[in-house]
């Protein structure tokens, strides 16, 4: 009853490998970024103007956060999200946390939505600064301390099957699946 979490900023690759991961294992995929994108939508919201109104409604981070813990209390699951490796924790196999320089997530986030890097980078910039403060403000958690998580992969020089495979392989051994 595996309990995996992928967790790392915008761009570095989380839904790619926590995707990968459930088909593989044959696990469920829970994605915290889906249920935000859901909410903004059924409020007529921008992601940049949801953020900002999830900083003065803490409501919202505790929804997404409290739907994380209980999929992840399911179990068979891979949990895609930020802060999932918190979350989770209690009931989380294996921890994992993916990172990319800002240059190379913000081209990767240009590249899927169609957008230019400029307005990729200013919407990524405001986005992740409202969530920095959100979650120090109603957590105290600093989503730079990495602690918490059992494996960190750099995805700055991975192509994206190339990450699949390498944490595929490393969730086997780590759980002896």
Known sequence: MPVITVSGLHGVGKSAVAKYLAEKLGLRYVSAGTIFREEAAKRGMSLEE???????????????????????????????????????????????????PLEIRIKRIAERDGKSYEEALHETIIRETLERERFFKLYGINIDDLRV???????ANLTVEDLREITLFAVKRMLKL
Not at 68 to 77: H, I, L, M, P, Y
């Open 149 to 155: 998580y059992d494996l960190v992969i750099n995805t």
């Open 50 to 100: 949801f953020s900002a109104y999830a900083l003065e409604n803490p409501e919202i981070d505790r929804l997404i956060d409290s739907r994380t813990k209980e999929e992840a209390k399911r179990g068979n699951v891979v949990i895609d999200a930020l802060l999932a490796g918190r979350f989770a924790r209690e009931y989380a196999d294996l921890k994992i946390w993916l990172h990319a």
